[in-house]
């Protein structure tokens, strides 16, 4: 039976590198403690929503956001106490009710939603905590940045709205050059300045995601939002020590030795060289092996670069291997033939490898097939 095991010695040793970075901020800048806020959207970056959660309230991390709002409610219905924010902004009455119903902060971001947030205030009989959410150049959420004397307008003329925090988002934090985001920073505080000057209050102010917080220790402001960096997944060059938690595990289901010139899979895209002792997994694309991530291709000349490492790829040994657990040892094993939507087949010759042996699989949580369990282990088992 396949399952996702996650690693939670490794996932707490990211939480706790993150934790460290941000502690530093404080005490380089006379700062005052920096709030992570762990971001569980798309069933907990595929690592459970509701254990993934538990898992970091449990370390300390008791701010959480989610994109959606049967997220937030699921947290809720399994009693999931911490205080959690709806990063996206919504102008849909009765998903707002539920959000204030559910004590969710919100994410207000157009003047729509905080007529709707206002209107709900006073029907409700409660003050509705909310972030402020300012569109700096990502073309989203928010309200935009350059209307920021009616956006004061407004904030100083609602009665039933607790602005506990006003945030942006960067569209480019994991791109190699940091203009665009440098810029939305600008563009950011230009916002807040303008607010503050006015006797708006802003709440806890916060723009980094994972890579953002990262990169510019300048842009940290009183919060960050870290949902990738968890993982060890960054886009950007992994030189903080943090470490991929995950793998799919699966068990070798077949056996088989099969002749010179036999073909392996759908399309006959591989043919054996030598008589092969093959073992048959069930693992495929459908359960999120070999899925990426997609890629961003902004400008022509990434573009051209892809192409350029397309092709100097193509000239190494691409191969995609997996482990099998052989004697209480790993072994690499080479995949052969193309990759089923259920099933891989590999390339055992030589080796002592049985049925049910445990295969690990690298994957991408977040691509795991939900109807996949999550194991939360300490350590191999
Ligand atoms: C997803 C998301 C994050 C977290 O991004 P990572 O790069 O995974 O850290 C932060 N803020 C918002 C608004 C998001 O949607």
């Known amino acids: 039976m396949k399952s996702l095991v996650i690693n939670k010695e490794d996932l707490k040793h990211n939480i706790r590198t993150i ?15 920096i709030t992570i806020i762990g971001v569980v959207k798309g069933n907990g970056y595929g690592l459970d929503l509701i254990k993934y959660a538990r898992f970091l309230i449990d370390n300390g991390i008791d701010f959480l956001a989610v994109s959606t709002v049967e997220e937030a409610l699921k947290l809720r219905e399994n009693k999931v106490q911490a205080k959690i924010l709806m990063l996206s902004s919504t102008s849909i009455k009765k998903d707002v009710k539920k959000l204030i119903e559910n004590d969710i902060i919100l994410s207000i971001g157009s003047k729509s939603a905080l007529e709707i947030a206002e209107e709900l205030g006073s029907e409700l009989n ?4 909310a972030h402020i959410k300012i569109d700096t150049g990502f073309g989203r959420y928010g309200f935009d940045y350059n209307q920021k004397k009616e956006l004061a307008n407004m904030l100083q003329n609602t009665k039933n709205i607790e602005v506990e925090g006003t945030f942006s988002h960067f569209s480019l934090a994991f791109y190699e050059k940091n203009e665009y985001s440098e ?19 802003t709440g806890i102010l916060h723009i980094c995601n994972s890579s953002g917080f990262l990169k510019f220790k300048n842009m940290r ?3 960050v939002r870290i949902g990738s960096a968890f993982l060890g997944r960054i886009s950007i060059p992994n030189t903080y020590g943090l470490k991929k938690i995950a793998y799919l595990k699966s068990d070798v289901a077949e056996i088989k030795v099969v002749p010179k010139d036999c073909y392996i899979g759908y399309s006959n895209s591989y043919k054996t060289k030598r008589e092969t002792k093959i073992a048959v997994i069930p693992c495929g694309y459908a359960d999120g ?6 890629r961003d291709m902004f400008r022509k000349r990434d573009k051209l670069r892809y192409i350029v490492r397309d092709i100097k790829d193509s000239f190494k040994d691409k191969s995609l291997y997996i482990e099998i657990l052989n004697n209480n040892k790993y072994e690499k094993c080479k995949i052969i033939g193309r990759i089923g939507m259920y099933h891989v087949v590999a390339d055992i010759t030589g080796k002592n490898i049985k049925i049910g042996d ?8 977040m691509f795991v097939d939900s109807s996949i369990r999550r194991e939360y282990l300490s350590e191999e088992q």
């Open 19 to 33: 934790k460290k970075i941000a502690e530093e901020t404080g005490r380089q800048d006379n700062h005052k403690p």
């Open 183 to 201: 810029l939305q920073f600008e563009r950011f505080m230009d916002v807040i300045e303008y607010l503050k000057e006015n006797k708006v209050a």
């Open 221 to 223: 402001l009183n919060a």
């Open 126 to 129: 409660k003050k509705v905590k």
């Open 358 to 365: 445990k295969v690990k699989f690298p994957v991408s949580p």
């Open 289 to 294: 092996f070999n899925v990426r991530e997609q």
